[in-house]
T-cell receptor
Framework: SQQGEEDPQALSIQEGENATMNCSYK?????LQWYRQNSGRGLVHLIL?????REKHSGRLRVTLDTSKKSSSLLITASRAADTASYFC???????????FGTGTRLQVFP | DAGVIQSPRHEVTEMGQEVTLRCKPI?????LFWYRQTMMRGLELLIY????????DSGMPEDRFSAKMPNASFSTLKIQPSEPRDSAVYFC???????????????FGEGSRLTVL
């Protein structure tokens, strides 16, 4: 069963705009991660945020985590056409060592 | 390192046939995961191994599915007999344990796209 639900399911923006994706999950977690998947390819890890962290940055990516609301957001700033992909949040439920994926957001960035 | 290697990349078979998907994890990784991706159900965790031992197979849909990891360098996912509803992309991923808070940073293969006619 899926742990996370993502919102929106699909997002279309112009190059240069920011893209924000949200993820909600159901149980306590060890950490939350975001992955990217280009069409027809495997998933690629983007960033990991631990349960005791609230915000993390990596290049143009900014991730926030609110464990009280069981939610996270991924912000991609100054988007590029090459950012077009599906983005998934994934959680490691507390006291487990397995990764459960959300439903994903399809991002389309128009040049 | 070459990354996680899966084979075959594409498989088309007829209902009732046996299908074997293969995975070579990244050397030194101690976790191996099998996921299935479909439009309807998204990414589902089927089974995962730690140090070649199956830890959780609760995601395996039916007895028709089986997975093995005979050594640290190789794993198989077998479907026998296959059915059209098994059509999906099957991903293998591996990771290295570096503590509970870091658990799960997965490296994925490119997937095996299975079509059962």
């Amino acid at each position: 069963s899926q742990q996370g639900e993502e919102d929106p399911q699909a997002l279309s923006i112009q190059e240069g705009e920011n893209a924000t994706m949200n993820c909600s999950y159901k149980t306590s977690i060890n950490n939350l991660q975001w992955y990217r998947q280009n069409s027809g390819r495997g998933l690629v890890h983007l960033i990991l945020i631990r349960s005791n962290e609230r915000e993390k940055h990596s290049g143009r990516l900014r991730v926030t985590l609110d464990t009280s609301k069981k939610s996270s957001s991924l912000l991609i700033t100054a988007s590029r056409a090459a950012d077009t992909a599906s983005y998934f949040c994934a959680t490691v439920p507390y006291n487990t060592d397995k990764l459960i994926f959300g439903t994903g957001t399809r991002l389309q960035v128009f040049p | 390192d070459a990354g996680v290697i899966q084979s075959p990349r594409h498989e088309v078979t007829e209902m009732g046939q046996e299908v074997t998907l293969r995975c070579k994890p990244i050397s030194g990784h101690d976790y191996l995961f099998w996921y299935r991706q479909t439009m309807m159900r998204g990414l589902e965790l089927l089974i995962y191994f730690n140090n070649n031992v199956p830890i959780d197979d609760s995601g395996m849909p039916e007895d028709r599915f089986s997975a093995k990891m005979p050594n640290a360098s190789f794993s198989t996912l077998k479907i026998q007999p296959s059915e059209p509803r098994d059509s999906a992309v099957y991903f293998c991923a591996s990771s290295l344990w570096t503590g509970a808070s870091n658990t799960g940073e997965l490296f994925f293969g490119e997937g095996s796209r299975l079509t059962v006619l």
